[in-house]
């Protein structure tokens, strides 16, 4: 769509819809703005916006299709996009070089971690690489730049709802588990959203181990495109996997081509220095991006090798005496927590969970790790279902719970009964883990995943200031 002189309204006030307010007023629209509760916004209650007047809805990733607004769009017969598609739109041409690529990535948990490799991968191999997404810059903001040579691009479910035309170079799905139904309607509408990251995608990249993944590719993707697999044990044909700890290349021609070592992955690795499998595998998800980019084997090693964790993600915080603080509050769904505890020893774990469940049950989740843990503390305002899921399939490990009387200082409550249980002599002996990997959101008793990570850390180190 021609955006000049078009009347278009802006629904949501986050950071990627203000980017899309003024990526359409520059681009010649008149923009009007729509917000519940944005101080700022033009518009806060459907009966003052005439939908008779607007070309076009841009919405953010904050609101569900149900909102009021996106319905009567719909129903008046307005296109509602996300921002992704916007910038689709806006993509400016790069003297002498045509558009620039996307290579685009999604998934329910990994998604940051990988869209961080594949940047450190593209810029070890000279390309000047915009890092955008779901978490960081919007995609709006930096196609009309004509210095970017490539795009590494994260996109949420919630983001590809609304696109539709986008079509990377490369396109990948990490995994694809249970997690905002409640915003999509179903699993089914939920995988469906995340497949369209491979719409007319020139590549194809799937998660060859997760079944989920496996069975999505086949029911969204043509066959007369490059369909591209990765996975943890030696790969087949067409698929990226590891051969004596060794990530190898097998999708770009017969022969093995080796790419990286899993030991150059050490800044990922947890307190006991192994780099847990979900990490390898976005990875290897990386690698395959990138390799569809034209990126030679030897930078794929360097660039991954470079590669440093965002906080939160799997970070050591502190270490008193034997016990070791890991922050994982980026963990904030079954799956991820599922990974997270998954890289540690038997009965190591004194797991700090809890928080905004959503509705969702941790039955599951704690069948399948409940040998992981050795003790667990529950915070947040939804312990119900963690006390029962407990209760059913560990009824052998302590639990703490910490009441949510005292919001501001329940935290460091939750991490002096972890330390209590972790130095508790009667527990065994061996290195121990306090894992805050929540499975649930935070907004309960925290401003962000990160507040959360952050007070963790906090007072995981006022109990050794001097380490």
């Known amino acids: 769509m021609d955006l000049d002189r078009a009347r278009v309204l802006v629904a949501g006030l986050g950071t990627s819809g203000r980017a899309a307010a003024r990526a359409a007023r520059n681009a010649?629209?008149?923009?009007?703005?729509?917000d519940d509760r944005a101080d700022d916004a033009d518009h806060h209650d459907l009966a003052s916006v005439d939908l008779a007047g607007y070309g076009l809805v841009g919405t953010s990733p904050g609101l569900p299709p149900h909102h009021r607004l996106l319905t009567a769009a719909a129903g008046a017969g307005l296109a509602v996009v996300s921002e992704v598609e916007l910038a689709w739109w806006l993509r400016a041409e790069r003297p002498g070089r045509g558009l620039a690529p996307w290579l685009a990535l999604?998934?329910?948990?990994?998604?940051?971690?990988?869209?961080?490799?594949l940047a450190s991968v593209l810029a070890a191999a000279g390309e000047r690489v915009a890092e955008v997404g779901n978490v960081g810059t919007p995609v709006v903001q930096v196609v009309t730049d004509p210095d970017v040579d490539v795009l590494a691009v994260e996109l949420s479910s919630f983001q590809l709802h609304f696109t539709s035309s986008v079509a990377a170079r490369a396109g990948a799905v990490l995994n694809i588990a249970a997690d905002h139904l409640d915003w999509h309607g179903s699993l089914e509408a939920y995988a469906a959203d995340k497949a369209k990251v491979w719409h007319e995608a020139g590549t194809?990249?799937?998660?060859?181990?997760?079944?989920?993944?496996a069975r999505l590719v086949c029911d969204h993707t043509g066959h007369d495109?490059?369909?591209v697999g990765f996975t943890l044990g030696p790969p087949?044909?067409?698929q990226y996997g590891v051969v004596d700890a060794t990530l190898v290349d097998r999708a770009t021609g017969d022969d093995l081509v080796e790419?990286?070592?899993?030991?150059?992955?050490a800044a990922l690795a947890g307190p006991d220095g192994t780099v847990a499998s979900h990490v390898v595998a976005d990875a290897l998800a990386a690698a395959a991006l990138a390799r569809a980019h034209g990126v030679a084997p030897a930078h794929v090693g360097e660039g991954l090798a470079a590669f440093t964790p965002g906080a939160h993600r799997i970070v050591t915080v502190a270490q008193v005496g034997d016990v070791s603080f890991v922050d994982d509050s980026k963990a904030t769904n079954a799956h991820a927590a599922a990974a997270s505890l998954a890289g540690f020893a038997p009965r190591s774990v004194v797991w700090i969970a809890?928080?905004?469940?959503k509705g969702a049950v941790f039955d599951d989740l704690v069948a399948t790790r409940a040998d992981r843990l050795r003790a667990a503390v529950l915070i947040g305002t939804d312990r119900g279902p963690w006390r029962e899921a407990l209760a059913?399939?560990?009824?052998?490990?302590?639990?703490?719970e910490v009441d949510d009387g005292e919001t501001g200082t329940v935290m460091s409550r939750a991490v002096a009964a972890a330390h209590r249980l972790a130095t508790d002599p009667t527990a065994g002996p061996g290195p121990v883990v306090v894992l805050l990997a929540p499975a649930s959101a935070s907004m309960d008793q925290f401003t962000s995943y990160a507040d959360r990570g952050d007070r963790f850390a906090y007072a995981a180190r006022a109990l050794a200031p001097a380490t």
């Open 28 to 34: 010649g629209a008149a923009v009007s703005t729509y």
């Open 106 to 117: 999604t998934g329910t948990n990994g998604k940051t971690t990988t869209v961080g490799m």
């Open 204 to 213: 194809v990249v799937y998660n060859a181990d997760d079944p989920a993944t």
């Open 225 to 227: 495109r490059g369909q």
């Open 236 to 238: 087949g044909p067409g």
């Open 259 to 265: 790419l990286a070592a899993v030991a150059d992955l």
């Open 354 to 357: 809890g928080g905004l469940a």
């Open 392 to 400: 059913r399939h560990a009824p052998q490990v302590p639990v703490i």
